[in-house]
């Protein structure tokens, strides 16, 4: 299926290169109308109709490749990230109140794999709700280790970096991990806790 939708892309996009390297004879006989100006007058409306043709056409080639284009990002996905080896890591906030995040850093067996930094926009899309993907890999079945460390300010505007631990079993399913933070009001301070959805 990965051949044919690559074959398709490639004829589709021969074809639009061909259509733009030959414009349309209206276009190239321009320069013989404009000698004879009754004629030029009397094919102003087939230059239009054939103008409007070709945008049509060109039109309909952008949404075959737009098409083309997420079908093969699907199968990219599906052929890069199987769902038996597939792990996910995901970054939510609940409340947010005590603790403004700055980056995070993720390890995984020792090995970093992911390194964030936050900009203003996504803490805020964070606080309201927002979950991100910081991860996604192929990992082996067995016992795996996730270090998550976060970087930002505290209670009383204090530099804060805490960091959190799990170790965890890979299946042959797909495994989604959500690094949480949020607020612990009872010691007015932030918790970061790792959970490991089934």
Do not use: C
């Amino acid at each position: 299926m990965f051949k044919q939708l690559t074959t398709g892309l490639a004829a589709l996009l021969l074809t639009f290169a061909a259509w733009a390297a030959d414009p349309p004879a209206a276009a190239a006989s321009a320069p013989a109308e404009a000698a004879s100006a009754p004629a030029a007058s009397a094919s102003a409306p087939d230059a239009a109709a054939s103008a409007a043709a070709l945008d049509t056409r060109v039109q309909q080639l952008k949404a075959e490749v737009i098409r083309l284009n997420r079908d093969l990002l699907v199968l990219e996905e599906e052929l890069l990230f199987p769902a038996g080896t597939q792990v996910a890591l995901f970054v939510s906030m609940d409340v947010g109140k005590l603790f403004e995040l700055e980056s995070v850093q993720i390890r995984l067996d020792d090995k970093l794999i992911a390194n964030h930094l936050y900009t203003p926009q996504e803490v805020q899309a964070l606080h309201r709700g927002g979950v991100q993907r910081v991860f996604v890999g192929n990992l082996k079945a067995g016992k795996h280790n996730i270090a998550a460390f976060f970087t930002g300010r505290g209670p009383h505007e204090r530099d804060y970096k805490r960091g959190t631990t799990i170790e965890f079993d890979k299946g042959t399913e797909p495994r989604y991990i959500e690094l949480r933070i949020k607020d612990k009001l009872a010691k007015l301070q932030p918790e970061f806790e790792v959970k490991v959805w089934q």
